[in-house]
């Protein structure tokens, strides 16, 4: 029989000081001898589970930690917690500027008649004229610096006869026979505020008017920056280029945009028939430095620009200020539309 030995009796190895360190767990027993273990096999001992080091645990711990809290404010925000409130910057509002300016405007009117009006850009001019300027009255003074902040679309033409019928359904021209492209006249302050707010509603109906703009008359102010078109003389150019006036209109009135523009690209600013404008009149102008001027709060007459067919040289320069009651009516006098925001 053969006898099996103990392992309780066996001698177990003295570990030897002199080599690597001594590791039961991983250590090969060859014939009851220890084997020293190599120094990567000690490295990767001191990382295997159940012997973590303390830097170990402190980077496990920071991980899991930072887990959580990420874990947590997703789920406050997933679940409809109250958000933390946005802190708004105090702004100050800014001018809306419709993406078409800078473009020229075309209105569509019924029966297939368009309407055409110049964009202005907004800038400064000095208004009225100098005490040395030839046929000056003196409600042309004092010269004052005119701001103008926003742009507007102005009329390239004078409003026609045939633009007038299309909206308001009546064409009231004394000079009515002499065809449609004619300078409609005849027409008082009211009538062409009442043209200005039908033409709105159809635009604004139809979607086509930007936010806060409507047709309406220019004021003075926009009236005298767009017919000099940043001259500084009595005329935009050479007046008989440019008019219908008294010394060659042969005492009628001539079809929009025969003679000559301004640098703008506007007709008749001078001469064919005179232009209501919006404002009261007042007796003088403002002097000094003024912003977007739209004249008194109140008033008796309003003002009307240009000259026309019936006047000489001197009431069509382009300081010239003449008026007359919202009711009046005259085979010379007109009107010209504005595109504009609101005051």
């Keep these: 029989m053969t006898r099996h030995r103990n392992p309780k009796n066996r001698l177990q190895p003295k570990p030897d000081t002199n080599k690597m360190p001594y590791d039961p767990h991983l250590m090969h027993l060859r014939k009851n001898q220890p084997t020293a273990v190599s ?29 959580a809290l990420i874990w947590w404010v997703t789920s406050r925000n997933s679940t409809g917690s109250k958000p933390v409130a946005e802190v708004k910057l105090a702004t100050t509002p800014a001018i809306v500027i419709p993406a078409a300016a800078g473009k020229p405007w075309k209105v569509g009117l019924p029966g297939n008649v368009a309407l055409d009006l110049v964009w202005i850009a907004p800038g400064t001019f000095t208004m009225g004229s100098p005490a040395t300027e030839v046929g000056r009255d003196a409600n042309e003074g004092p010269q004052t610096q005119v701001t103008l902040t926003q742009g507007y679309w102005l009329g390239k033409y004078l409003v026609t006869q045939v633009q007038y019928q299309a909206v308001m359904g009546s064409n009231p ?15 008082s302050w009211d009538d062409a505020m009442v043209f ?12 086509r008017l930007p936010a806060g703009y409507a047709f309406t008359l220019p004021t003075e102010a926009q009236w005298e920056y767009a017919c000099r078109a940043g001259t500084t003389g009595p005329y935009a150019g050479n007046l008989d280029a440019m008019a219908w006036y008294a010394d060659n209109s042969g005492h009628t009135t001539h079809p929009v945009g025969r003679k000559q523009p301004n640098a703008w690209g506007l007709y008749d600013m ?24 739209t004249g008194p709060a109140s008033g008796s007459f309003r003002v009307f620009r240009g000259g026309g067919w019936d006047v000489g040289a ?15 009516r005259s085979n010379a006098l007109g009107f010209r539309l504005v595109l504009s925001s609101g005051p």
């Design 39 to 67: 120094p990567a096999r000690t490295a990767y001992c001191r990382f295997a589970p159940g012997r973590l080091d303390v830097r170990m645990w402190v980077a496990l711990v920071w991980v899991v930690g930072m887990a």
């Design 173 to 187: 021209s004394y000079f009515s026979a002499s065809g449609k492209d004619m300078p409609v006249e005849q027409v």
């Design 196 to 207: 200005c707010q039908k033409l709105t509603a159809q635009e604004q109906a139809a979607g």
């Design 270 to 293: 001078h001469g064919n028939v005179w232009e209501w404008c919006a404002d009261w009149y007042g007796g003088s102008l403002l002097g000094g430095s003024v912003t977007d001027p």
């Design 314 to 328: 001197r009431d069509c320069r382009s300081a010239y200020r003449f008026y007359g009651g919202p009711g009046r």
